[in-house]
């Protein structure tokens, strides 16, 4: 188990310190295009190779992971890229953290341990024939009513002539892009366990190639809710509907189970509430300061300008993060050179 959980910390790690280093590489590159000399130049970009390499390793060690632990407890753990990556660019980018950043950052690693010291090694178990299908039109259920929603929303927001968008419309667009890649993992798993469990080998890439579609539709979903919405709402959305969904759907369709004993039972819950609101605070804590109270609110604030008075190359952290961790990394695969090409 402990080895599953570490090969997904590695995994989301290198998928999102990935990410950070193509997005310093493009800084001076061109848009991203088929062109040669294009080509040449991101090819040549010391950062951009780093993170791009880095990216697909952690696909790759993902995928690695799910085939050897409960999707239960490897989604969970992969909302643990959001505190390394905010360790990452708290040193490497000298960017400022306020004590809710760390706050996050250390329930997201006890909770990790939570699920590690709860979490019990699975057998491959037979999949009902009937809980995929299942699984499949509850999905299909949720996004009717979601959709639904969103349109009579949209409407109304018409009729009274509103333009900006506002936080029932973030709201849904980022469960939605939540929803798709918890599923993704799922899907992923279930390749892995019908080979388990005798099945032809060739599930396994037909699985990984509708994960990655499942992962590329959720990503057209994350980005319709960013280009128009706010980040930190969308952000927070997806990143708990991912590690929900992975963790219902695990259980519901892949018949994986709850420790047997109690205290790892309550070891893996805790685990599990833990990480999630780890990533909440990670996501919103420079929106949640303003909600503290005034003396609290000033002793924090006089503590990044301290940090800040220290170094003059240190930066706030951005408020409103653009990306989000996404809790699959297989769309990781495909994404990334639909983003910079963007």
Not at 96 to 112: K, P, R
Request: proline residues 4%; charged residues 15%; positive net charge.
């Amino acid at each position: 188990m402990w080895e599953s959980i570490c090969l997904t910390i590695a995994a989301t790690a290198g998928n999102n310190i990935g990410k950070v280093l193509q997005k310093k590489g493009t800084a001076i590159l061109p848009p991203l295009s088929f062109k040669l000399k294009v080509i040449r130049a991101y090819a040549f970009n010391k950062a951009w190779i780093v993170g791009f390499l880095m990216d697909i390793v952690g696909a790759l060690l993902m995928l690695r992971a799910l085939s050897q632990a409960p999707v239960s407890v490897i989604q969970p753990v992969s909302g643990c890229g959001l505190a390394i990556l905010s360790i990452f660019s708290h040193f490497y980018l000298k960017e400022v953290m306020n004590a809710l950043d760390w706050v996050g950052i250390a329930l997201a690693g006890i909770g990790t341990i939570g699920v590690g010291v709860g979490g019990e090694e699975q057998k491959a178990s037979a999949i009902s024939l009937f809980s995929l299908p299942l699984l499949a039109f509850i999905v299909a259920i949720l996004f009717v009513v979601l959709n639904g929603w969103l349109r009579i929303y949209r409407r109304h927001r018409r009729e009274q002539e509103v333009i900006q968008s506002e936080v029932v419309e973030e709201i849904i667009l980022g469960l939605e892009a939540g929803i798709l890649f918890g599923l993704a993992s799922v899907i992923s798993k279930i390749g892995f366990v019908f080979s388990e469990l005798g099945f032809s080998k060739m599930l396994v890439p037909m699985c990984i190639s509708l994960s990655i579609c499942c992962s590329g539709t959720g990503f057209v979903y994350q980005t319709r809710g960013l280009k128009h919405g706010r980040a930190i709402v969308v952000s927070t959305c997806a990143a708990v509907a991912s590690i929900v969904t992975g963790v219902v759907a695990g259980i519901l369709a892949l018949g994986e189970r709850l420790p047997a004993a109690p205290l790892s039972r309550l070891l893996l819950l805790l685990g599990w509430v833990l990480i999630i609101v780890g990533v909440i605070l990670l996501v919103s804590s420079t929106r949640l300061v303003r909600f503290l109270p005034r003396p609290l609110r000033g002793f924090l604030q006089k503590g990044v300008e301290k940090n800040l008075r220290r170094s003059g190359s240190l930066r706030v952290r951005d408020s409103t993060p653009s990306t989000v961790i996404q809790a699959t990394t297989l769309h990781h695969l495909i994404t990334s050179p639909a983003k910079e090409k963007a």
